[in-house]
């Protein structure tokens, strides 16, 4: 799996592609967490090249939404999703602890 890195004032984004399963979401994270380790707490994940999120997929970017939440430093967001993914969130009851936005400008601004 493959990452790009913009960081902007108040945010990282990470762009991906493909899809987010139990062999690449441990890439995921672990990706994540090295934003983290170096103090960036309010990443945006821009998915519109990612085709698929399974269960696993979630669990991970779950793990991260709470340890950038921890202590109010920041925020996981979404941005870009297919509806079949953004409908798979919906079902696995996790939409509410994420911010979705449809497109990048808006969720770099709303940091």
Not at 53 to 80: D, F, H, P, T
Request: net charge negative; aromatic share 8%; charged share 25%.
């Amino acid at each position: 799996m493959d990452f790009k890195i913009t960081e902007y004032k108040r945010s990282t984004v990470l762009t991906t592609s493909g899809r987010v399963d139990s062999y690449t979401a441990p890439e995921l994270e672990e990706a994540l967490n090295q934003l983290i380790e170096k103090g960036q707490y309010n990443i945006i994940i821009d998915m519109q090249d990612v085709s698929f999120v399974s269960s696993a997929g979630w669990w991970a970017l779950i793990r991260v939404q709470k340890e950038v939440k921890k202590n109010n430093r920041g925020e996981l967001i979404l941005v870009n999703m297919d509806e079949r993914i953004h409908e798979s969130m919906d079902l696995v009851g996790i939409a509410p602890h994420f911010t979705v936005y449809d497109n990048l400008i808006d969720a770099v601004g709303s940091v």
